[in-house]
């Protein structure tokens, strides 16, 4: 499964399992994201799945700018490891 894949690779880089850093949760917001809109191509009026979705994308996007404005290297790296677009920051 994708999220065991990104579990192991976290866990190996940081020697421990640490599910509530920075990374973790992004990389677990992101697949929920991935399931979320795989469903919604299916069930396109599924409205209450998509305000779940959109308060997702609300709370991996402030993960996401805390973490360029604490450590810019980190970010870059998470974001080419996930393939998702980089954000315009203000």
Same mark, same amino acid.
Request: hydrophobic letters at 30%; charged letters at 35%; glycine letters at 4%.
């Given at each position: 499964?994708?999220? &065991? /894949?990104?579990?192991?690779?976290? @866990?190996?880089? %940081?020697?421990?399992? &640490? +599910?509530? /850093?920075?990374?973790?949760?992004?990389? /677990?917001?992101? &697949?929920?994201? +991935?399931?979320?809109? @795989?469903?919604?191509?299916?069930?396109? %009026?599924?409205? $209450?799945?998509?305000?779940?979705?959109? %308060?997702?994308?609300?709370?991996?996007? +402030?993960?996401?700018?805390?973490?360029?404005?604490? &450590? +810019?290297?980190?970010?870059?790296? $998470?974001?080419?490891?996930?393939?998702?677009?980089? @954000? %315009?920051? /203000?």
């Amino acid at each position: 499964m994708v999220k &065991n /894949s990104f579990i192991s690779v976290i @866990s190996q880089e %940081k020697k421990e399992e &640490n +599910r509530g /850093s920075l990374e973790f949760q992004i990389i /677990s917001f992101t &697949n929920k994201i +991935r399931r979320l809109t @795989s469903h919604l191509e299916l069930h396109r %009026k599924d409205y $209450l799945s998509q305000r779940g979705l959109r %308060k997702i994308l609300g709370k991996r996007q +402030r993960l996401l700018s805390y973490l360029a404005k604490k &450590n +810019r290297v980190r970010y870059k790296e $998470l974001i080419s490891q996930l393939d998702i677009r980089e @954000s %315009k920051m /203000s």
